[in-house]
């Protein structure tokens, strides 16, 4: 059992429902679930389990049905969208599988996106996004767009995106689905390098089990229920 | 907190067609407002400068609408000279004109035939109408005939063939060309003008159209007046300046229908180019959702897309602009009443950029709102 202060997310009897069409599709249902500060969460399951509705649940870009979600105290189920777009700026950073970078902006400009939020000088912008291009190698990729970046460094550029404003939580959607098992294993060291070393908390959806082997902890999703934990 | 600037200029680049579409349709449509709203400004200024308060007209009773169908007996100018106190006088010469106005078939003397108003005057014209001066030549004696400094191309014609010394042909009688004149800003540049007594003779009139009568300090009441008490001489007076307002309201239907073609095609437009947004702003839904992600409001996103399309619709007007001062500036439109000269001005400027303007605002809101409705995790997933 952990001490209340080692959780930064806590979901209470969490269900999401939505209408598909005449059917009441629940994603979700009554999920209950701890996720320790500095954790590297993997969620595994079938097509259809919930996955990516929990992922969106605990990162604030969803809300839940019923129930009650906690992150690092704040009950994020509770907040307005206004609020919760605030929250998420500076609590979460997203990595997705597409990487979804905007492709009219620079590396330097997508990774300095979230600092635009903040009311920072310009000087201060600079030295984060070098130090989190830095940090993802690829200090000198930064003035190239994304359509001149291959498909691993895009997603290096997601990670440092997502990190730069140094939110406690980072949430990534198959991060490594798009890209080949090169790629894949360097960004699955740097999630690892970013949980051990900056102790980031982790919580990543995949289908792929090696990646799954690189978390701390693996969960099953299936019909919106968890089936077991395994570390 | 906004998005940076450069993210809206660089979507600009996007898909260049689409920007090429959006471009040439803001600047169609910022064309068609200041063409009409020229249109309508010069027939405006050109009516409203063509008819004097201080000029009575004495026409026909029953035609006080039109010049050219009235009727008034000889006799009228000198019982209204002698009648009306007040009337204008330089050293004693007291201005009151009689004039006869007829729509005029000629021939030049390469055998082109032109159709235009003549009026016949005297001297006494230029104390009725003292915005006129001979430009070239002499003002028409006997046997010669003056043209405006816009007739030629109210005729579609040359300038070279309406010069002092040309010959034209009216019915059996050869006129000569004996001077250009000028009277900016009104209608009479597109006329010709000749001897009173030669048009009668040629017009077959026994009549003149109207009495123009100049007042210094004379109550245009008093004309009025002395025309009802006339009664033998069926005659009523109207200001020339009510006269050709009146004549402005008759073509309140054409520029009725300047704005209603221009409003039609800019609607076209504006179709157009929602439609063209729409797609371009469907392209960036799950860009758009990745943005809100990282926290940037609605609001911010908005007015990203909004800075985007008045760029776009901003960069039209000018091309717009710049296109309806190269092509419509100093353009000379010839209705029957008379030639216009487009009136550009601050205005007509003014009218394009609101136009640009609302088109950059209004057309960019709909498409916008469509992009940012999805739910989150819907536009994340699309």
């Known amino acids: 059992m952990e001490n209340d202060q080692d959780i930064l997310i806590r979901c209470l009897s969490v269900t999401k429902q939505y209408k598909k069409g005449e059917n009441l599709v629940t994603p979700l249902d009554t999920l209950d679930l701890d996720i320790p500060r500095g954790d590297f969460l993997a969620m595994m399951g079938p097509s259809g389990s919930g996955k990516t509705t929990l992922l969106n649940l605990l990162s604030g870009i969803d809300q839940p049905t019923s129930g009650s979600i906690e992150v690092d105290g704040v009950a994020i189920h509770a907040l307005s969208r206004r609020a919760l777009a605030a929250w998420r700026a500076r609590q979460v950073g997203y990595i997705f599988q597409l990487y979804h970078l905007v492709p009219v902006l620079t590396a330097f400009e997508n990774v300095e996106l979230p600092l635009l939020l903040d009311d920072l000088k310009r000087r201060e912008r600079r030295e984060k996004v070098e130090a989190a291009l830095s940090l993802v190698g690829l200090s000198d990729r930064m003035h190239h767009f994304p359509r001149e970046l291959s498909g691993g460094q895009e997603q290096r550029v997601a990670i440092a995106r997502a990190l730069v404003a140094d939110p406690p939580l980072l949430v990534a959607d198959e991060p490594t689905g798009d890209l080949d098992r090169e790629s894949a294993d360097a960004i699955l060291g740097l999630l690892q390098t970013l949980s051990r070393e900056q102790g980031k908390t982790i919580v990543m959806v995949t289908h792929d089990p090696k990646a799954a082997g690189a978390a701390s902890r693996t969960l099953h999703l299936e019909k919106g229920q968890l089936l077991e934990a395994v570390s | 907190m906004l998005l940076p600037f450069s993210y809206a200029v660089r979507n600009l680049y996007r898909d260049r067609t689409r920007l090429?579409?959006?471009?040439?349709?803001?600047?169609?449509?910022?064309?068609?407002?200041?063409?009409?709203?020229?249109?309508?400004?010069?027939?405006?200024?050109?009516?409203?400068?063509?008819?004097?308060?201080?000029?009575?007209l004495i026409l026909g009773k029953g035609s006080e609408e039109s010049m050219q169908r009235s009727e008034v007996s000889e006799q009228a100018a000198g019982i209204t000279e002698a009648s009306v106190s007040g009337i204008y006088a330089p050293l004693?010469?007291?201005?009151?004109?009689?004039?006869?106005?007829?729509?005029?078939?000629?021939?030049?003397?390469?055998?082109?035939?032109?159709?235009?108003?003549?009026?016949?005057?005297?001297?006494?014209?230029?104390?009725?109408?003292?915005?006129?001066?001979?430009?070239?030549?002499?003002?028409?004696?006997?046997?010669?005939?003056?043209?405006?400094?816009?007739?030629?191309?109210?005729?579609?014609?040359?300038?070279?063939?309406?010069?002092?010394?040309?010959?034209?042909?009216?019915?059996?009688?050869?006129?000569?060309?004996?001077?250009?004149?000028?009277?900016?800003?009104?209608?009479?540049?597109?006329?010709?003008?000749?001897?009173?007594?030669?048009?009668?003779t040629l017009a077959q009139r026994e009549t003149v159209s109207a009495v123009v009568v100049r007042l210094d300090e004379g109550d245009p009441a008093d004309v009025?007046?002395?025309?009802?008490?006339?009664?033998?001489?069926?005659?009523?007076?109207?200001?020339?300046?009510?006269?050709?307002?009146?004549?402005?309201?008759?073509?309140?239907?054409?520029?009725?229908?300047?704005?209603?073609?221009?409003?039609?095609?800019a609607a076209a437009a504006v179709f157009g180019g929602l439609n063209t947004l729409y797609a371009a702003f469907a392209s960036r839904v799950r860009e758009i959702a990745t943005l809100q992600a990282i926290g940037f409001r609605r609001t911010a996103i908005l007015i990203s897309f909004i800075q985007e399309s008045l760029m776009t619709s901003l960069f039209g007007t000018l091309l717009g602009a710049l296109a309806a001062v190269l092509l419509l500036a100093d353009r000379v439109i010839y209705l029957s009443a008379g030639a216009f000269r487009l009136g550009f001005g601050p205005e007509t400027l003014f009218a394009g950029l609101l136009a640009g303007t609302l088109l950059g605002l209004v057309g960019s809101i709909p498409p916008a709102i469509r992009c940012l409705k999805p739910s989150l995790p819907q536009a994340l997933r699309d």
């Open chain 2, 224 to 265: 009025q007046l002395f025309t009802r008490q006339r009664l033998d001489l069926e005659l009523s007076a109207v200001t020339e300046q009510s006269y050709y307002a009146r004549l402005a309201t008759f073509y309140a239907p054409v520029r009725a229908m300047t704005w209603t073609t221009a409003a039609l095609i």
């Open chain 2, 92 to 200: 004693g010469d007291r201005a009151v004109s009689p004039q006869i106005i007829h729509m005029a078939n000629l021939g030049l003397p390469d055998g082109t035939r032109i159709r235009g108003l003549v009026r016949g005057v005297t001297a006494k014209a230029l104390l009725t109408h003292p915005e006129v001066t001979v430009m070239e030549g002499h003002f028409p004696g006997p046997g010669e005939i003056m043209a405006g400094r816009l007739a030629w191309k109210r005729f579609g014609i040359d300038e070279g063939d309406l010069v002092p010394g040309t010959e034209l042909r009216f019915d059996s009688a050869t006129l000569t060309l004996s001077g250009i004149f000028a009277a900016p800003g009104t209608v009479l540049e597109s006329e010709l003008w000749m001897n009173l007594n030669d048009l009668r």
């Open chain 2, 20 to 56: 090429a579409q959006t471009l040439g349709g803001s600047a169609l449509v910022v064309f068609l407002v200041m063409g009409a709203h020229a249109l309508n400004e010069g027939m405006r200024k050109t009516l409203s400068a063509s008819g004097s308060p201080r000029n009575m």
